[in-house]
């Protein structure tokens, strides 16, 4: 790897620091790093637009093998360069840069991650689910959740939202307070994806507050949420099906659930 160390052998100390100086001040106005091959063998070439002591510019170019270090040539304009041997302050800087440029992409590279993660709309805002395409998509999902392949129908009715909002109104909220009163804390809904089926991916839901179950049937828990009935999912969890149940941030994802459902049933 090349590091300072390699720029120092061959540079007189007073100049290295001047290079460093010029860096530092953020001289090195371009670079620019490609590979090149000499006798089968792969070098970097830097060439670099760096602002002297005074306004001017000299252009850099400078080869070096990154693995061993080691410097093919180097090349600046300044009248130093030809006088003196060794490194000049301009070469110096841009070196510094190009240490600086192979730093970040080895940072980059060790900071990239091994592998994607697709995330599905799994807390889909209000203005998300009136769109149609996103509903459209829910759909799909569900039909594969349920081990049915249903094709895209182009006229599936859809859910008014409003009709939903007094399906799953208010009027059950005040009674639900007292009938209601022994459960602790909101019910939270997890998606959770599973990749088969050739790379199709499923959504499977988990439902719960403290322990989590499998919800086995989405048509069912349409009908629950509709109706606003109750049910027992096992020891740690009963309740009546109501919105004002939910985790707040859920909401939104068990609307998009049962207006998936509900376009499901209506649709034959
Ligand atoms: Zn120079």
């Known amino acids: 790897m090349f590091t300072e160390a390699d720029i120092r052998k061959e540079t007189m100390e007073r100049t290295f620091q001047r290079g460093r100086q010029l860096y530092g001040y ?119 959740l349920q081990g049915i392949q249903t094709e895209e129908k182009e006229k599936r009715p859809k859910t008014d939202i409003g009709l939903y909002r007094i399906l799953v109104g208010n009027g059950f909220e005040q009674q639900l307070q007292y009938r209601q009163q022994a459960m602790k804390g909101k019910v939270h809904l997890e998606p959770r994806c599973h990749d088969r089926y050739n790379g199709k991916v499923t959504v499977e839901f988990k439902i719960g507050i403290t322990q989590h179950y499998v919800l086995k049937n989405v048509m069912e828990f349409e009908e629950l949420v509709r109706t606003n009935a109750n049910k027992k999912y096992g020891e740690k969890l009963e309740f009546y099906h109501h919105l004002s149940m939910f985790d707040e941030e859920i909401v939104p994802l068990v609307k998009f659930l049962i207006e998936v459902a509900y376009d499901f049933r209506t649709s034959g």
């Open 26 to 144: 953020g001289n090195v106005q371009q670079i620019q790093v490609t590979d090149v091959y000499v006798d089968n063998k792969k070098y970097e070439k830097i060439k670099a637009f760096v602002q002297g002591s005074s306004w001017r510019c000299y252009h850099v170019d400078i080869t070096v093998d990154e693995k061993s270090g080691y410097m093919g040539s180097y090349h600046c304009e300044c009248p130093a360069s030809t006088e003196y041997s060794g490194l000049c302050k301009h070469e110096v800087a841009a070196l510094l840069r190009y240490i600086k440029v192979k730093e970040d992409q080895r940072r980059r590279l060790s900071e990239a991650p091994n592998k994607i993660v697709v995330e599905l709309p799994h807390k889909p805002t209000l203005n998300e689910l009136e769109q149609k395409k996103l509903v459209t998509k829910g759909a799909g999902l569900f039909g594969r």
